[in-house]
């Protein structure tokens, strides 16, 4: 596809089990950034992979929190031992380069602890 | 560190008004790049524009325009002629630039809630 892809679309799961969310960014682009948008929290940026640079992982909010991108393509963000307030939607956007150069979002995954 | 504050929660007018998204930011850094995103209903964030440090020149795009102002740390959206199709939550953004050639992430503002009725 043209943009940026992400999967799964909803994600529903306990309380205390692992999640996966993986993202397909756009072919070429070296930069690839995830967020997460939750109520009364607006946008937080999590991480930031730049070529083979090592990522930028100032944003991740504990260390349940961890991501990896396989051969400067796909990403996956890892949630372990989830819980009620990771509940938000993960928005993975990707750049052609970084330095502050237009980034396209995709269209998120929408994840639910219960 | 660096701050968005859009004050503006929600704004509402009737179509074909002008309406202005408020903008301000704080940042330490000389070089940065600012950014609006519009997200509709359906939840992808669209790039409207993106504006460097260095030029303060306001950009005109059909029914938007921006004005950027260092003075005041503000970076202001207009709508001219409002139309429903705009009704959407839009963001601000910030980027510093790295000396190592990355970037920081977005550093993004609440958003404002823009309604805008038939």
């Known amino acids: 596809g043209a943009g940026v892809s992400q999967s799964p679309s909803n994600k529903v799961t306990e309380k205390g089990k692992d999640v996966e969310l993986r993202c397909d960014p756009i072919?070429?682009?070296?930069?690839l950034y995830w967020y997460r948008q939750s109520l009364g929290q607006g946008l937080e940026f999590l991480i930031y992979?730049?070529?083979?640079?090592?990522?930028?992982k100032s944003g991740l909010p504990s260390d349940r929190f961890s991501a990896e991108r396989t051969g400067g393509s796909v990403s996956t963000l890892t949630i372990q031992r989830t819980q009620q307030e990771d509940s938000a939607v993960y928005l993975c956007?990707?750049?052609?380069?970084?330095?502050?150069?237009?980034?396209?979002f995709g269209q998120g995954t929408r994840l639910t602890v219960v | 560190a660096q701050k968005v504050t859009q004050a503006q929660t929600e704004i509402s007018v009737v179509e074909k008004e002008d309406v202005t998204l408020d903008c301000v930011y704080e940042t330490r850094d000389t070089t940065y790049y600012l950014f609006w995103y519009k997200q509709p209903p359906s939840g992808e964030l669209v790039f409207l524009i993106r504006?460097?440090?260095?030029?303060?020149q306001n950009e005109i795009s059909g029914r938007y325009s921006w004005n950027f102002q260092k003075s005041t740390s503000s970076f202001n959206f207009t709508i001219t002629a409002s139309q429903v199709v705009d009704s959407a939550v839009y963001f601000c953004a910030l980027s510093e630039v790295r000396l190592r050639g990355g970037a920081d992430g977005l550093t993004f503002g609440k958003g404002t809630h823009l309604i805008i009725q038939p």
């Open positions: 072919s070429g682009h070296t930069a």
């Open positions: 504006r460097n440090s260095f030029d303060e």
């Open positions: 956007a990707s750049s052609p380069v970084g330095g502050g150069t237009e980034a396209f």
């Open positions: 992979f730049q070529g083979n640079s090592a990522p930028d």
